[in-house]
């Protein structure tokens, strides 16, 4: 759901990230030192202690959907710095920029996921199975004690985000999969991504297989 605070259209600091795509339910931790951000973050914690987290794109432009961090705690550090951890709220897209000073400041809409047209269940089993196959194959062939949190959501499009937010050194992906609306097309996407890294994983588990024996 929205933050209840808000109305269709609001205006939302905005803090641009490289490499860090944000997903509703996940947690982020941030390090806040930059002047303009620190001034941020005293102003949020005065308010509602929202913000919206933008992947800086390699443009060096923000991406136009992003998604609405909360602050949970926070700590504060000599020189003002401070550290914070949020986890992700409603995603939104940027309508314009209002301005920049002392930091950027958006107008945005919140988005949601399309009500499916599909049968999302067996999908979301899909993509945990495979995901599990992952993780053992790589418990294997690092010869390591890997194993997946006890608190995967059971929930598809919860599920979906959280598979979405663990692709690792991947951000263009990531953010590809943030803007989706369609929980469907976001699982099946990530059900490639999986099948493709658990054939990758499968084919070295028995080269290695091979060269021990």
């Not at 609001?10 to 490289?18: A, G, T, Y």
Request: hydrophobic residues 40%.
């Amino acid at each position: 759901m929205p933050p209840s605070s808000s109305i269709a259209v609001r205006e939302l600091p905005l803090f641009p990230l490289p490499e860090v795509v944000l997903f509703p339910g996940r947690p982020l931790p941030l390090h806040i030192f930059e002047f303009r951000y620190r001034i941020m973050m005293n102003t949020i914690l005065d308010s509602d202690r929202r913000f919206g987290v933008l992947l800086m794109q390699p443009d060096g432009k923000p991406a136009s959907v992003g998604c609405c961090a909360e602050i949970i705690r926070f700590q504060r550090l000599p020189d003002d710095r401070m550290k914070i951890l949020t986890v992700g709220q409603q995603r939104f897209r940027v309508l314009e920029f209002v301005r920049e000073k002392p930091y950027r400041v958006g107008l945005v809409e919140w988005i949601e996921d399309n009500p499916p047209e599909k049968e999302l269940n067996s999908l979301g089993a899909e993509v945990e199975q495979l995901l599990r196959d992952v993780v053992r194959l790589s418990a294997k062939l690092t010869e390591q004690n890997i194993e997946l949190p006890d608190d995967i959501p059971s929930l598809p499009r919860e599920l979906s985000y959280w598979v979405a937010s663990n692709l690792y050194g991947v951000p263009a992906e990531q953010q590809s999969l943030l803007e989706m609306q369609d929980t469907a097309a976001r699982l099946e996407r990530e059900a490639e991504i999986l099948t493709s890294t658990r054939n990758h994983l499968a084919a070295r588990t028995v080269l290695k297989d091979t060269l021990k024996n």
